[in-house]
C-alpha cells in the first residue's frame, strides 16, 4: 500500500477490513508507506501487522520507531525506502501517492509482475506507455482506480475491442460549475477544497474545481486505452452517478454507474476479473430521481483545451503539464496566486518550453530521468511564470 494514509488509502484499508471481516478476501499486508502522516502510518500498521512500515520524511523515523516499539514491524524512511517497499513481493500493490513523488515506486512495482491498483494518477501522465510496457513485460497489469478509468475499463472489458467512437469522461464539474468567472478571479484555496461531491486529498480537490483533475484524467484515458485526444469528451455531470461511458459506432453508448464511493472501483481493482463481496452503499435511481448534463465551458475551465494542446506535443509536454499544474496548486494555496492564473500558469508554461524545445520525452529506458528532468524545468518555468503574472496583479 503506497499512500496508505491519504484518501484512497484509508478508504482502501476500509474496504479490506469489510472484506476480510466477513471472510470474501484474506488478506496480508506486506507494507504500507505514506509521506508525513506519522501517527496514522503507525496506527495502520499495528492493526493491519505488515512486514514493513516507511515514512517518506526522513525526520520522522524515530517517532515511528517508538510507535511501533514491541511489534515484529520493521520501519524505515525516504523516498527510495518506499521505492524499496515498492518493490516487495506482493500480489497486489494500491498505488495511492500523490503526485509525482509516486513515479518511481509505481514503476518499482509494474516491474515485480504485481496487479498494479493505479490510483497515482501522476505516473500514467508523466510516463503512461513505459508504466503499462514494464507492467506488461513483467507479466503484471495495472487496473485504473480513478473513478472515471475504471468505469471505462470494466465497459471495455465486456465487449469486443473494435467499433469504438469515443470516450465520455463525465465530470461533477466541481464547486465552481455555475459561478461567473469574475467570482471565481477571488475564489481562496479553502472554497476552492470542498468537493460538491467526492472528499479527496487536498491536491485533487483543487484540480476538480479548476477542472486540471479532467485534464489530467484525458491524458491518463489516453494513455491507458490507447485513444487520441479528439476521440476523448468530457461531459458535466453533477450528479456523478455515471462515472464514465463508451461510444460505439454502432450507435450504443455503454455506461458504468453507481454511488460516488471510491471503495467501488478499489473493490473493483482489487478483485478483477471476480467481484468482492463487501457491504457496499447502493444506487438507489428512484430517490435520485434525475440525472442531469451539460458542456464544460472552455472561457470559465481552460484547462481541457491545455491538456488536448499537450497530449499533442506528446509525452514530454504531459509531464510538463502536470508538474507545471503541482507547482501552480502550491502557489494557489500558499496564496501566491490566483484561483485563475492556475491553467494560465500551465497554458504559458507549455509554450515557454515548446519554444525552447524543452519538452522531448525520452527513450525507454531513461523514461524516468527524462521525465523528472522535464518536471524540474517545467516548475522553474512555472514560477518565472508566476513573477509576470504576479506584476499584473
Ligand atoms: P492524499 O493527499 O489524501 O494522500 C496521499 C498519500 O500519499 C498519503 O498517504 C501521503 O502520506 C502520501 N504522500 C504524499 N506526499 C508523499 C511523498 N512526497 N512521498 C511519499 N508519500 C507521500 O491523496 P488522495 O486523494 O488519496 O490521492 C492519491 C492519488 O489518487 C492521487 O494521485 C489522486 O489524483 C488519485 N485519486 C484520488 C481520488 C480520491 O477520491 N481521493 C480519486 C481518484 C484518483
Ligand atoms: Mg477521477
Given at each position: 500500500m503506497l499512500g496508505a494514509t491519504g484518501s484512497v488509502g484509508v478508504s482502501t484499508l476500509d474496504l479490506l477490513d469489510h472484506a476480510t471481516r466477513d471472510g470474501s478476501a484474506e488478506v496480508e499486508v506486506v507494507a504500507l508507506t505514506a509521506g508525513r502522516n506519522v501517527a496514522r502510518l503507525a496506527d495502520q500498521a499495528l492493526k493491519w501487522k505488515p512486514q514493513l512500515a516507511v515514512i517518506?520524511?526522513?525526520?520522522l523515523l524515530p517517532e515511528l520507531r517508538t510507535r511501533l516499539n514491541g511489534s515484529n514491524i520493521q520501519a524505515a524512511a525516504g523516498p527510495a525506502a518506499i521505492t524499496e517497499a515498492a518493490a516487495?513481493?506482493?500480489?497486489?500493490?494500491?498505488?495511492?501517492?500523490?503526485?509525482?513523488?509516486g513515479l518511481a515506486p509505481t514503476l518499482a512495482a509494474a516491474r515485480t509482475g504485481a496487479v498494479i491498483a493505479l490510483a497515482n494518477k501522476e505516473s500514467l501522465v508523466c510516463v503512461g506507455p513505459v508504466l503499462l510496457a514494464r507492467a506488461q513485460a513483467a507479466g503484471g497489469r495495472v487496473i485504473p482506480v480513478d473513478s472515471e478509468h475504471s468505469a471505462i475499463f470494466q465497459v471495455l472489458q465486456?465487449?469486443?475491442?473494435?467499433?469504438r467512437a469515443k470516450l465520455i469522461l463525465t465530470a461533477s464539474g466541481g464547486p465552481f460549475r455555475e459561478w461567473p468567472i469574475e467570482a471565481m478571479a477571488d475564489v481562496t484555496p479553502e472554497q476552492a477544497a470542498a468537493h460538491p461531491v467526492w472528499s479527496m486529498g487536498v491536491k485533487i480537490s483543487i484540480d476538480s474545481a479548476t477542472m486540471m483533475n479532467k485534464a489530467l484524467e484525458m491524458i491518463e484515458a489516453a494513455y491507458l486505452f490507447s485513444t487520441?485526444?479528439?476521440?476523448i469528451e468530457v461531459l458535466i455531470h453533477?450528479?456523478?452517478?455515471?462515472?464514465s461511458m463508451v461510444e460505439y459506432e454502432d450507435g450504443s453508448t455503454l455506461a458504468q454507474l453507481g454511488v460516488p464511493d471510491m471503495r467501488t472501483p478499489i473493490a473493483c481493482a482489487y478483485a478483477w476479473p471476480d467481484r468482492l463481496t463487501w457491504p457496499a452503499p447502493k444506487l438507489d435511481l428512484v430517490s435520485i430521481g434525475k440525472l442531469t448534463f451539460e458542456a464544460p465551458d472552455p472561457a470559465r475551465f481552460p484547462a481541457l483545451d491545455v491538456a488536448r494542446s499537450a497530449l499533442a506535443l506528446g509525452d514530454g509536454a504531459t509531464t510538463a503539464f502536470n508538474a507545471s499544474n503541482e507547482a501552480a496548486v502550491a502557489a494557489f494555496l500558499d496564496r501566491r496566486?490566483?484561483?485563475?492564473d492556475i491553467a494560465a500558469a500551465v497554458a504559458e508554461t507549455l509554450e515557454r518550453m515548446d519554444r525552447a524545445g524543452e519538452l522531448i520525452a525520452g527513450a525507454d529506458s531513461d523514461a524516468v530521468e527524462t521525465a523528472m528532468m522535464i518536471d524540474q524545468s517545467a516548475r522553474r518555468v512555472t514560477a518565472d511564470v508566476f513573477s509576470s503574472v504576479g506584476q499584473s496583479h
Open positions: 517518506g520524511d526522513e525526520s516487495m513481493n506482493a500480489d497486489w500493490v494500491m498505488a495511492a501517492i500523490v503526485g509525482v513523488a465486456q465487449g469486443p475491442a473494435g467499433g487520441p485526444a479528439e476521440r453533477p450528479q456523478s452517478i455515471i462515472h496566486i490566483g484561483f485563475l
